[in-house]
Nanobody, 116 residues
Framework: EVQLVESGGGLVQPGGSLRLSCAVS????????MAWVRQAPGKGLERVSG????????EYADSVAGRFTISRDNAKNMLFLQMNSLQIEDTAVYYC?????????RGQGTQVTVSS
């Protein structure tokens, strides 16, 4: 059984940065395309970014393109999301997920709050 555990969330001021991490266990992460998705209060799930198995292809939602960077370390079974220039609208619970569009198994999430 694959398990995903996110970390790195927190409270940050607008314009700040955070780096989210996702530790994968139970199966080599290299077997999967991966994604980050988020859910803001009162809203549905939004795919933030996806990355293919080798890390050679990435996609971003228009709302985060140019500010967020997804990456992976298959040797360490880890997925990352570097978030820069954070905006209040980025406040959400962030989940890592299996699948390029994040439609498969997700972790428990990590809260990101952007507030002054």
């Amino acid at each position: 059984e694959v398990q995903l555990v996110e970390s790195g969330g927190g409270l940050v001021q607008p314009g700040g940065s955070l780096r989210l991490s996702c530790a994968v266990s139970g199966s080599p992460i290299g077997n999967y395309d991966m994604a980050w998705v988020r859910q803001a209060p009162g809203k549905g799930l939004e795919r933030v970014s996806g990355i293919n198995r080798s890390g050679t292809r990435t996609e971003y939602a228009d709302s985060v393109a140019g500010r967020f960077t997804i990456s992976r370390d298959n040797a360490k079974n880890m997925l990352f999301l570097q978030m820069n220039s954070l905006q209040i609208e980025d406040t959400a619970v962030y989940y890592c997920a299996i699948g390029f569009f994040g439609h498969n198994v997700r972790g428990q999430g990590t809260q990101v709050t952007v507030s002054s």
